[in-house]
């Protein structure tokens, strides 16, 4: 007689289905603790308005907007020093570029670069990309699955 095959859970939709349900059993907050602690829930306060959480001169999100002397809830906006991320990641999508090494400069330097800084400034990136001799080899084409 064959021994039954372990169940596997990426194909046993049922088996995943079990776990997701224990997990939601288990991961529920009484909704009258955020008002009884003070809890912000995902950086709202209860209104709606956006929550300060920190001082930075790196990055902010915008969460609202003042109209008429009154806070407006917006959907949130994300800014590296002072550049609205959308702003960046459309300038590199429609030059068809990455934009890690740019983004980088700016967080760390408080600019973008120009031409002549991002060169240098790519060049000493790659200097430090290269993997250990041997690297492929020993962690990768011989690991076992």
């Known amino acids: 007689m064959k021994?039954?095959?372990?169940?596997?859970?990426?194909?046993?939709?049922?088996?995943?289905?079990?776990?997701?349900?224990?997990?939601?059993?288990?991961?529920?907050?009484?909704p009258t603790l955020y008002e009884k602690y003070n809890v912000k829930r995902g950086l709202r306060?209860?209104?709606g308005t956006g929550?300060?959480?920190?001082?930075?001169?790196?990055?902010?999100v915008h969460g609202y907007m003042i109209s008429e002397s009154e806070k407006v809830s917006v959907p949130g906006q994300l800014f590296y020093r002072g550049i609205n991320v959308n702003d960046?990641?459309?300038?590199?999508?429609?030059?068809?570029?990455?934009?890690?090494?740019?983004?980088?400069?700016?967080?760390?330097?408080?600019?973008?670069p120009n031409a002549s800084e991002l060169k240098v400034w790519e060049d000493?990136?790659?200097?430090?990309?290269?993997?250990?001799?041997?690297?492929?080899e020993s962690a990768i084409i011989r690991a076992p699955c």
């Open 45 to 47: 306060n209860s209104d």
């Open 124 to 136: 000493l990136l790659a200097s430090y990309r290269r993997l250990p001799d041997g690297f492929k």
């Open 51 to 60: 929550v300060l959480v920190g001082l930075t001169c790196i990055g902010s």
């Open 3 to 30: 021994a039954s095959q372990p169940i596997n859970p990426v194909v046993d939709g049922t088996f995943l289905k079990g776990y997701a349900d224990k997990i939601r059993a288990t991961d529920k907050i009484d």
């Open 88 to 112: 960046l990641v459309t300038g590199f999508q429609s030059e068809k570029r990455f934009g890690f090494e740019e983004c980088a400069y700016l967080l760390l330097f408080g600019e973008l």
